[in-house]
Nanobody
Framework: VQLQASGGGLAQPGGSLTLSCSAS????????VAWFRQAPGMEREGVSC???????HYEESVKRRFSISRDYDKNTVYLQMNSLKPEDTAVYYC??????????????????WGQGTQVTVSS
C-alpha cells in the first residue's frame, strides 16, 4: 500500500490550495481517509476525515474553511483549503483507516500513512 500526498506549496493568507491523496494497492472507497498536519516543533494534529460512506468530519480549527472530498474513479481524496492562515503552515499527511471521527483523528487511529506535502502560508 502506498499513499501519496501532493499539492502543497506557498499560498498567501486568504488564499487557497487543494491537496490530493492518491493510493496504490488499496481502494480508498472501502476505507476512511484522514488528513493530518504537523507544524515545526508541534505534535501532529488531525484536520479532517471522510468515512467510506461519505460522512465528513472537520476539526474546529479548519471548519468552514477546509473541505474534504473523494473522487472514487481516481482513487483519490482531496482537501480543499480556503481562507488560509499563517497558522495553517505545516506538513500535511493523509492516512487510511476504518473509522472517521474526532476520537480517531485525535488519537491517530489510522493504519496507513503517506509522506507529507508542505503547505506554507505567508505573505
Amino acid at each position: 500500500v502506498q499513499l501519496q500526498a501532493s499539492g502543497g506549496g506557498l499560498a498567501q493568507p486568504g488564499g487557497s490550495l487543494t491537496l490530493s491523496c492518491s493510493a496504490s494497492g488499496l481502494a480508498l472507497d472501502n476505507y476512511a481517509v484522514a488528513w493530518f498536519r504537523q507544524a515545526p516543533g508541534m505534535e501532529r494534529e488531525g484536520v479532517s476525515c471522510t468515512s467510506h460512506d461519505g460522512t465528513k468530519h472537520y476539526e474546529e480549527s479548519v471548519k468552514r474553511r477546509f473541505s474534504i472530498s473523494r473522487d472514487y474513479d481516481k482513487n483519490t481524496v482531496y482537501l480543499q483549503m480556503n481562507s488560509l492562515k499563517p497558522e495553517d503552515t505545516a506538513v500535511y499527511y493523509c492516512a487510511v483507516g476504518f473509522i472517521c471521527g474526532h476520537y480517531y483523528v485525535t488519537n491517530y487511529k489510522y493504519d496507513y500513512w503517506g509522506q507529507g506535502t508542505q503547505v506554507t502560508v505567508s505573505s
